[in-house]
Protein backbone atom coordinates (compact mmCIF):
# COMPACT_ATOMS: atom_id res chain seq x y z
CA UNK A 1 0.00 0.00 0.00
CA UNK A 2 0.89 3.54 -0.65
CA UNK A 3 1.84 6.30 1.70
CA UNK A 4 2.80 9.98 2.22
CA UNK A 5 4.31 11.26 4.84
CA UNK A 6 5.07 15.23 4.98
CA UNK A 7 7.33 15.86 8.56
CA UNK A 8 6.72 19.66 8.76
CA UNK A 9 2.75 20.40 10.19
CA UNK A 10 4.09 23.85 9.44
CA UNK A 11 6.23 26.07 7.74
CA UNK A 12 7.43 29.12 8.27
CA UNK A 13 9.07 31.63 5.35
CA UNK A 14 10.64 35.48 5.41
CA UNK A 15 9.14 36.21 2.34
CA UNK A 16 11.58 36.66 -0.69
CA UNK A 17 13.46 33.61 0.77
CA UNK A 18 13.52 30.21 -0.63
CA UNK A 19 10.86 27.79 0.42
CA UNK A 20 10.81 23.62 1.16
CA UNK A 21 7.96 21.97 1.80
CA UNK A 22 9.05 18.14 2.30
CA UNK A 23 7.53 15.17 1.33
CA UNK A 24 8.36 11.53 1.32
CA UNK A 25 5.95 8.40 -0.07
CA UNK A 26 6.16 4.51 -0.36
CA UNK A 27 4.57 2.52 -2.97
CA UNK A 28 5.48 -0.94 -4.52
CA UNK A 29 5.68 -0.17 -8.20
CA UNK A 30 6.74 3.46 -9.79
CA UNK A 31 5.47 6.24 -8.52
CA UNK A 32 3.23 9.17 -9.67
CA UNK A 33 3.91 12.19 -7.59
CA UNK A 34 2.06 15.36 -6.99
CA UNK A 35 1.65 18.68 -5.28
CA UNK A 36 -1.90 20.40 -4.59
CA UNK A 37 -2.15 23.53 -2.61
CA UNK A 38 -5.25 24.60 -0.74
CA UNK A 39 -6.35 27.67 0.16
CA UNK A 40 -8.76 28.78 3.12
CA UNK A 41 -12.62 26.95 1.94
CA UNK A 42 -11.65 26.31 -1.06
CA UNK A 43 -10.56 22.71 -3.37
CA UNK A 44 -7.48 21.48 -3.51
CA UNK A 45 -5.36 22.97 -6.71
CA UNK A 46 -2.73 21.28 -9.16
CA UNK A 47 0.45 22.94 -8.75
CA UNK A 48 2.89 20.11 -10.84
CA UNK A 49 3.26 16.58 -10.79
CA UNK A 50 6.30 13.97 -11.63
CA UNK A 51 5.65 10.74 -14.07
CA UNK A 52 9.04 9.65 -15.47
CA UNK A 53 12.02 11.62 -17.15
CA UNK A 54 13.50 14.89 -15.57
CA UNK A 55 13.69 14.51 -11.68
CA UNK A 56 13.55 18.18 -11.55
CA UNK A 57 9.80 19.57 -12.79
CA UNK A 58 8.18 22.97 -13.23
CA UNK A 59 4.92 23.94 -11.90
CA UNK A 60 2.86 26.51 -11.59
CA UNK A 61 3.53 30.02 -9.43
CA UNK A 62 6.92 29.51 -10.08
CA UNK A 63 6.65 26.42 -8.00
CA UNK A 64 9.27 23.52 -8.75
CA UNK A 65 9.70 20.05 -7.37
CA UNK A 66 13.00 17.25 -7.04
CA UNK A 67 12.39 13.57 -7.41
CA UNK A 68 14.79 11.35 -5.81
CA UNK A 69 14.15 7.70 -6.05
CA UNK A 70 17.00 7.14 -3.32
CA UNK A 71 15.76 9.14 -0.59
CA UNK A 72 11.93 8.50 -1.88
CA UNK A 73 11.08 12.13 -1.89
CA UNK A 74 9.72 14.61 -3.73
CA UNK A 75 10.48 18.24 -2.08
CA UNK A 76 8.55 21.16 -2.91
CA UNK A 77 10.50 24.30 -3.82
CA UNK A 78 10.38 27.95 -4.66
CA UNK A 79 13.57 30.48 -5.03
CA UNK A 80 11.63 33.55 -3.54
CA UNK A 81 8.37 32.67 -1.71
CA UNK A 82 5.65 35.66 -1.61
CA UNK A 83 2.87 36.51 1.08
CA UNK A 84 0.52 35.17 -0.88
CA UNK A 85 2.09 31.39 -1.33
CA UNK A 86 0.73 31.13 2.29
CA UNK A 87 -1.78 28.36 1.97
CA UNK A 88 -2.09 24.50 2.57
CA UNK A 89 0.13 21.94 1.09
CA UNK A 90 -0.04 18.51 0.11
CA UNK A 91 1.73 16.13 -1.47
CA UNK A 92 0.18 12.98 -3.21
CA UNK A 93 1.09 9.60 -4.75
CA UNK A 94 -0.57 7.05 -6.89
CA UNK A 95 1.24 3.69 -8.19
CA UNK A 96 1.66 3.84 -11.46
CA UNK A 97 -1.59 0.62 -12.04
CA UNK A 98 -3.33 2.17 -9.55
CA UNK A 99 -5.89 4.74 -9.31
CA UNK A 100 -6.31 5.98 -5.55
CA UNK A 101 -4.06 9.13 -4.49
CA UNK A 102 -2.86 8.77 -1.43
CA UNK A 103 -2.39 11.97 0.31
CA UNK A 104 -0.04 13.48 3.04
CA UNK A 105 -1.53 15.16 6.52
CA UNK A 106 -0.59 18.23 4.74
CA UNK A 107 1.84 21.50 5.39
CA UNK A 108 0.89 24.53 6.39
CA UNK A 109 3.34 27.61 4.69
CA UNK A 110 3.21 30.63 6.26
CA UNK A 111 5.20 33.52 4.67
CA UNK A 112 6.21 36.38 6.52
CA UNK A 113 6.07 39.82 4.72
CA UNK B 1 -11.48 25.62 -18.58
CA UNK B 2 -13.49 22.96 -17.57
CA UNK B 3 -14.10 21.82 -13.91
CA UNK B 4 -15.85 19.87 -10.86
CA UNK B 5 -18.61 21.45 -9.90
CA UNK B 6 -20.53 20.40 -6.52
CA UNK B 7 -23.88 20.86 -4.69
CA UNK B 8 -24.42 22.07 -2.36
CA UNK B 9 -21.82 23.76 -0.92
CA UNK B 10 -23.48 23.61 2.45
CA UNK B 11 -25.37 21.22 3.81
CA UNK B 12 -26.83 21.31 7.60
CA UNK B 13 -28.65 17.99 8.47
CA UNK B 14 -29.80 16.02 11.64
CA UNK B 15 -27.66 13.37 12.79
CA UNK B 16 -29.29 10.15 11.47
CA UNK B 17 -30.72 11.56 8.22
CA UNK B 18 -30.12 10.77 4.42
CA UNK B 19 -27.73 12.88 2.42
CA UNK B 20 -27.43 13.23 -1.15
CA UNK B 21 -24.13 15.35 -2.14
CA UNK B 22 -24.07 16.08 -5.81
CA UNK B 23 -20.82 16.30 -8.53
CA UNK B 24 -20.64 16.71 -11.86
CA UNK B 25 -17.35 15.96 -13.51
CA UNK B 26 -15.66 17.41 -16.16
CA UNK B 27 -16.49 16.07 -19.41
CA UNK B 28 -14.27 13.91 -20.64
CA UNK B 29 -13.15 12.34 -17.27
CA UNK B 30 -13.74 8.90 -16.71
CA UNK B 31 -12.20 8.04 -13.37
CA UNK B 32 -13.84 9.41 -10.34
CA UNK B 33 -13.68 9.73 -6.94
CA UNK B 34 -14.51 11.00 -3.57
CA UNK B 35 -12.52 12.45 -0.80
CA UNK B 36 -13.54 13.91 2.48
CA UNK B 37 -10.98 16.55 4.96
CA UNK B 38 -12.30 17.01 8.43
CA UNK B 39 -11.40 20.65 9.95
CA UNK B 40 -8.63 21.34 7.13
CA UNK B 41 -6.92 18.34 7.90
CA UNK B 42 -5.80 15.18 6.12
CA UNK B 43 -7.50 14.65 2.70
CA UNK B 44 -8.87 10.74 3.16
CA UNK B 45 -9.68 8.93 0.23
CA UNK B 46 -13.43 7.27 0.33
CA UNK B 47 -13.81 5.62 -2.75
CA UNK B 48 -13.11 5.69 -6.70
CA UNK B 49 -15.07 4.78 -9.39
CA UNK B 50 -14.67 3.84 -13.03
CA UNK B 51 -16.85 2.26 -15.81
CA UNK B 52 -20.08 2.40 -13.80
CA UNK B 53 -18.73 0.59 -10.76
CA UNK B 54 -16.56 1.10 -7.86
CA UNK B 55 -13.00 0.20 -8.24
CA UNK B 56 -11.44 0.78 -4.94
CA UNK B 57 -12.92 2.05 -1.53
CA UNK B 58 -11.52 2.75 1.78
CA UNK B 59 -12.50 1.61 5.16
CA UNK B 60 -14.38 4.61 5.86
CA UNK B 61 -16.61 4.13 2.93
CA UNK B 62 -18.90 1.75 4.82
CA UNK B 63 -21.98 0.31 4.56
CA UNK B 64 -23.85 3.95 4.88
CA UNK B 65 -21.88 5.24 1.42
CA UNK B 66 -23.12 4.73 -1.62
CA UNK B 67 -21.94 6.62 -4.91
CA UNK B 68 -23.86 6.79 -8.08
CA UNK B 69 -23.60 7.81 -11.32
CA UNK B 70 -27.26 7.86 -12.42
CA UNK B 71 -27.07 9.42 -15.62
CA UNK B 72 -24.13 10.96 -18.25
CA UNK B 73 -22.77 13.93 -15.68
CA UNK B 74 -23.66 13.68 -12.95
CA UNK B 75 -22.13 11.62 -9.52
CA UNK B 76 -22.84 11.49 -6.19
CA UNK B 77 -22.38 10.23 -2.82
CA UNK B 78 -25.17 8.91 -0.84
CA UNK B 79 -24.72 8.62 3.56
CA UNK B 80 -27.91 7.08 4.58
CA UNK B 81 -27.52 7.75 8.18
CA UNK B 82 -25.45 10.94 9.01
CA UNK B 83 -23.21 10.47 12.39
CA UNK B 84 -21.68 13.43 13.71
CA UNK B 85 -18.24 12.09 12.94
CA UNK B 86 -19.75 12.45 9.40
CA UNK B 87 -19.04 16.41 9.58
CA UNK B 88 -16.85 17.53 7.06
CA UNK B 89 -15.71 18.38 4.05
CA UNK B 90 -16.47 16.54 1.20
CA UNK B 91 -14.37 16.45 -2.49
CA UNK B 92 -15.62 14.86 -5.87
CA UNK B 93 -12.50 14.85 -8.28
CA UNK B 94 -11.94 13.38 -11.69
CA UNK B 95 -9.52 12.26 -14.00
CA UNK B 96 -9.26 11.20 -17.69
CA UNK B 97 -7.92 8.42 -19.43
CA UNK B 98 -4.21 9.43 -19.48
CA UNK B 99 -2.05 7.68 -17.03
CA UNK B 100 -0.61 9.53 -15.07
CA UNK B 101 -2.45 12.84 -15.14
CA UNK B 102 -3.73 14.12 -12.33
CA UNK B 103 -7.22 14.68 -10.70
CA UNK B 104 -8.94 17.67 -10.46
CA UNK B 105 -11.26 18.89 -7.83
CA UNK B 106 -14.49 20.33 -7.28
CA UNK B 107 -14.68 23.04 -4.54
CA UNK B 108 -16.37 20.99 -2.01
CA UNK B 109 -19.58 20.21 -0.45
CA UNK B 110 -19.23 21.01 3.43
CA UNK B 111 -21.28 18.57 5.12
CA UNK B 112 -22.34 19.40 9.26
CA UNK B 113 -24.50 17.02 11.29
CA UNK B 114 -25.99 18.11 14.32
Known amino acids: AQSVAQPEDQVNVAEGNPLTVKCTYS??????LFWYVQYPNRGLQFLLK??????LVKGSYGFEAEFNKSQTSFHLKKPSALVSDSALYFC???????????FGPGTRLSVLP | EPEVTQTPSHQVTQMGQEVILRCVPI?????FYWYRQILGQKVEFLVS????????KSEIFDDQFSVERPDGSNFTLKIRSTKLEDSAMYFC????????????FGEGSWLTVV
Open chain 2, 93 to 104: ASRDRVPGNTIY
Open chain 1, 27 to 32: VSGNPY
Open chain 2, 27 to 31: SNHLY
Open chain 1, 50 to 55: YITGDN
Open chain 1, 92 to 102: AVREDYGQNFV
Open chain 2, 49 to 56: FYNNEISE
